[in-house]
């Protein structure tokens, strides 16, 4: 992974810090950094060191304490233009990178901290070209430019707490550092966790007690009625927090409920009390019951089969934390506060639920999950598997990528980390560059059947080199794991070859930690084992794979 | 307060990484390979939040040694 960081301050400690974090998890980290103060130097120039490096991220960090002393140098008349010739300046060097680099992404900490010099007072925001107007407006701006841009990620630079020194006068005086180094480690702790969700580590489900977790009060001593939320005691901090894990839910947050409770008293809170935010319908898996958490959250595990380490859980009560992190040391378990109305703003201040990807689809998941709960208890009364794929009625949609797709198929390479051949990541931009490339076939699933919709579920890259094909990617849902649509997608992919009399289909397995599920998928496709993780197949000696989807 | 050279050890060590480093009054940043602009920065930030104090940025600059740290931070 390279990483290169360019800013106009001095920017050693940034660098030092991140490099620190970066190498608890990754090995091989290469970073460039670039001298001080010169990020426009580094940006015209196409053959500097920077565009050599050919970084997968380049963290552009300008401080607005630095962009403010510009602002002074610059003559009052071109002052109402300040920030639009900012914006011109990151445009065109975006541009400059978008072609030059185009694999690599920006990530770009706005100008969010304030750095009000209160020369006109708060009648600043009506002065045009004061700084403070100026500054609201460059933030406007570089909004405009990540909607324009798809490699360009600015992220918010204020800390969500006011703790935090951000900036130590003496340091800028004595060593150009316009930040302090608590800032610093904070800043590059963000920065950290959006290159993780670029390579697909992100949290994706939280699992929730209920009792003083979300309501106040012991809901099978208390009764219905006594329980604390909306009006009632100290619930408003309760409520605030279910609207807020409600908007995680919108986004495509799967939610889920371990509590030691009787089953029908906990949900009655969900069906029937009116100030709960919070229903039924938003949880995916709902268990509660006196088993051990540990073992519930197991069983949450294996209904979603997302890993560990993409699951939140909390819990007001510390020893049920310490055991569920005890037994399973993976799951992120945050240290609540102890007043319920530090919950929320805690949870917040931890920015738990980074990602760089969104689409409408997301919000679908949970209702997913439900219908998943459906099909398992179904298939427990089917004995032969072949009938119950039958009986299933699967119906698939396969086309070549489509542009309506490209969000959705961008998020799938991002997200899935078990069935996934090669573990490559692909953004937005990626993807739309193999589609506009003839030397590649793109192939990508929607399935349904008589339970509902599972929305894209599968995707595969296949690279034409002269006469031979190569499988770059085969990714699928683990939600429709056994489906056979695997065999499907291979007949599809061979009839392809057909047609452009390509004979030799190569492929390779690239082993991680979390994708053993396809270690031996490219035997199972009939493919010719070569070495370890290597495999061919001649597409004239393919014998069709039996599936049981129509499309 | 009255703060002496062995409290001052401990920070040196940890931030430049050495311990074997030996510290006097009279040390100054040449003498150790470690210590540069960069660390220096990050001495006065630990020595600050160990004994909670802030220097001027006067005084940051007009230190010499070891011991017009420790000067500064008694007074």
Redesign the interface.
Same mark, same amino acid.
């Given at each position: 992974m390279k990483i290169a960081i360019i800013g106009n301050y001095a920017t050693?400690?940034f660098h030092?810090s991140l490099l620190r974090k970066l190498k608890k998890n990754h090995s091989d980290i290469q970073m460039y950094q670039s001298e001080f103060n010169t990020i426009d130097i580094e940006l015209l120039d196409i053959h500097s060191g920077l565009f050599q490096f050919e970084p997968d991220y380049i963290i552009w960090h300008e401080s607005t304490l630095g962009l403010r002393d510009t602002f002074y140098q610059s003559i009052t008349e071109n002052r109402v233009e300040f920030a639009l010739n900012y914006q011109a300046r990151i445009e065109g060097y975006l541009n400059t990178i978008s072609i030059n680099l185009p694999g690599t992404k920006v990530i770009f900490p706005n100008h969010g901290i304030n750095f009000d010099d209160k020369v006109f007072g708060n009648f600043s925001l009506k002065v045009e070209s004061s700084w403070m107007f100026q500054r609201n407006k460059i933030n406007t701006s570089i909004n405009q430019l990540a909607l324009q841009f798809s490699n360009f990620y600015p992220m918010e630079s204020q800390p969500s707490t006011n703790e935090l020194v951000v900036t130590d006068? =003496?340091?800028v005086?004595?060593?150009e550092?316009h930040f =302090?180094?608590?800032y610093l480690d904070w800043l590059s702790e963000s920065v950290l966790k959006t290159i993780e969700a670029f390579r697909g580590q992100f949290k994706k489900c939280i699992i929730l007690d209920l009792d003083n977790t979300l309501w106040g009060g012991i809901i099978g001593d208390d009764g219905l009625e006594n329980i604390h939320i909306g009006t009632l005691g100290i619930g408003k901090a309760f409520t605030r927090l279910q609207k807020w894990l409600k908007e995680l839910k919108n986004r495509g947050i799967i939610l889920a409920v371990c509590s030691k409770n009787n089953e029908d008293i906990a949900k009655s809170a969900f069906e029937q009390h009116p100030e709960m935010v919070l229903k039924l319908e938003d949880i995916a898996v709902f268990m509660a019951n006196w088993n051990s958490k540990a073992d519930n959250i197991n069983q949450i595990q294996k209904i979603l089969n997302i890993g560990f380490d993409s699951m939140v859980f909390i819990d007001d009560n510390p020893a049920e934390r310490e055991i569920v992190r005890t037994h399973i040391p993976k799951i992120l378990v945050p240290e609540l506060p102890l007043d319920p109305a530090d919950y929320l703003p805690f949870l917040i201040s931890q920015n738990i639920f980074e990602t760089v990807s969104y689409s409408n689809n997301d919000s679908e998941r949970t209702r997913q999950y439900q219908e998943e709960s459906k099909r398992v208890a179904f298939s427990q009364s089917i004995t032969n598997m072949d009938d119950y794929l039958l009986s299933l009625n699967m119906r698939a949609v396969i086309s070549n990528f489509q542009s309506f797709d490209i969000e959705r198929i961008a998020q799938l390479s991002q997200r899935s980390n078990q069935f996934n051949l090669r573990t490559k990541r692909y953004s937005i931009q990626d993807i739309e560059n193999i589609m506009n490339n003839e030397n590649y076939l793109t192939f990508s699933v929607h399935l349904h059947d008589k339970f509902g919709s599972y929305g894209l579920i599968s995707m595969v890259i296949v690279k034409i080199e002269e006469n031979t094909a190569f499988i770059d990617t085969w990714i699928m849902s683990c939600r429709v794991l056994k489906r056979t649509v695997e065999h499907l997608l291979m007949n599809l992919i061979v009839s392809k070859l057909i047609e452009r009399k390509i004979d030799i289909i190569k492929g390779e397995y690239l082993p991680t930690d979390k994708n053993m599920l396809v270690e031996h998928l490219l035997s199972e496709l009939a493919m010719d084992k070569l070495d370890e993780h290597n495999y061919q197949l001649k597409i004239s000696k393919y014998i069709p794979l039996k599936h049981f989807i129509n499309y | 307060m009255d703060i002496k050279i062995e409290d001052l050890s401990p920070i040196f060590c940890e931030v430049l990484e050495n311990d074997d480093l030996l510290i006097t009054e009279s040390t100054v940043a040449a003498d150790v390979p470690e210590w540069d602009?960069?660390n220096?920065?990050?001495l006065?930030?630990a020595i600050e939040k160990q004994f909670k104090v802030?220097?001027?940025?006067h005084q940051?600059?007009s230190w010499k040694c070891v011991g017009d740290i420790l000067t500064d931070l008694n007074k």
């Open positions: 050693q400690f030092k006068y =003496s340091m005086v004595n060593a550092l =302090s180094p608590d | 602009s960069l220096h920065i990050y006065v930030v802030k220097f001027t940025t940051i600059q």
